[in-house]
């Protein structure tokens, strides 16, 4: 991390005694990463020394496709949409990741290209973890080794749902799974879909149109099973989606 730039009628020593504050600041976002959650306060501190904090203007590119698997990096706030592109150039988003998500671990762990694209959907502010300290990181911590682990298993567990998924012939019970395997329970018991992606990049994950995924959602409404906001989905009825994925009256 850079030394502070000294402001009006201060030091450069006075600035460089404002830095301990400011790794104080990262800490406290650290915190609410789930990956590091566990660390206690000297690691963390250790942590927050040799990352790199980016900033990011929307629709900039924050990992490339193809690129080297230099690092680990932490969403601390903003949106970004992991994007794949297609051989005849049509992007698809793959997933959104909110503040406290990290990504581009499987280059860092193979020592291999980046898999996907990453991009901002607001501005956002990342962190960059090298690749020697996250892998230190990932061999040294017990917690973040437990955490790590479970993180890959839930993702082969989505990747093996999603492939069945896509099995599915009836392009309307795709859409309905679809949105069950997005699903999360809010603390009251809400079942809901965040940072719901668009009706075309719906349309490209699980390979129908854009005009019947918005067709198969205006029904939902229409019967009361979902309320559609912006880019949020309120499951209403819960049993009733399940019993349309499973294609019971």
Do not use: C, W
């Not at 949409?81 to 997933?95: H, K, M, P, S, W």
């Not at 973040?144 to 392009?171: C, G, P």
């Not at 965040?194 to 067709?215: F, G, K, Y």
Request: aromatic share 4%; glycine share 6%; no cysteine.
């Amino acid at each position: 991390m850079t030394t502070p730039n000294p402001t009006p009628n201060e030091t450069p020593a006075a600035a460089a005694e404002r830095k301990p504050s400011n790794l104080q600041v990262h800490q406290v976002q650290l915190r609410k990463i789930p990956l590091l959650s566990g660390l206690s306060d000297e690691e963390l501190q250790k942590v927050v020394v040799d990352l790199r904090f980016r900033q990011h203007a929307k629709r900039d590119i924050v990992l490339q496709k193809g690129g080297e698997g230099d690092g680990l990096l932490f969403l601390l706030s903003g949106q970004l949409q992991v994007i794949d592109v297609t051989e005849d150039g049509r992007a698809i988003g793959l997933r959104m990741l909110a503040p406290g998500d990290f990504f581009g671990e499987i280059a860092v762990i193979n020592g291999s290209k980046r898999t996907a694209s990453v991009v901002a959907m607001t501005p956002v502010l990342v962190a960059f973890l090298p690749a020697p300290a996250a892998l230190h990181l990932f061999s040294h911590s017990p917690s973040v080794a437990n955490q790590m682990l479970r993180h890959l298993a839930a993702k082969i567990q989505r990747d093996s749902e999603f492939r069945s998924l896509l099995s599915i012939n009836n392009t309307t019970r795709r859409i309905y799974t679809f949105l069950v395997q997005m699903k999360k329970t809010e603390p009251g018991g809400t079942d809901v879909v965040e940072n719901l992606p668009t009706h075309q990049d719906i349309a490209n994950m699980i390979n129908t149109s854009r005009e019947t995924v918005t067709r198969a959602l205006l029904t939902l409404v229409q019967q009361g099973i979902i309320q559609k906001e912006t880019h949020r989905i309120i499951i209403v009825k819960p049993q009733a989606l399940q019993k349309l994925v499973e294609g019971t009256p």
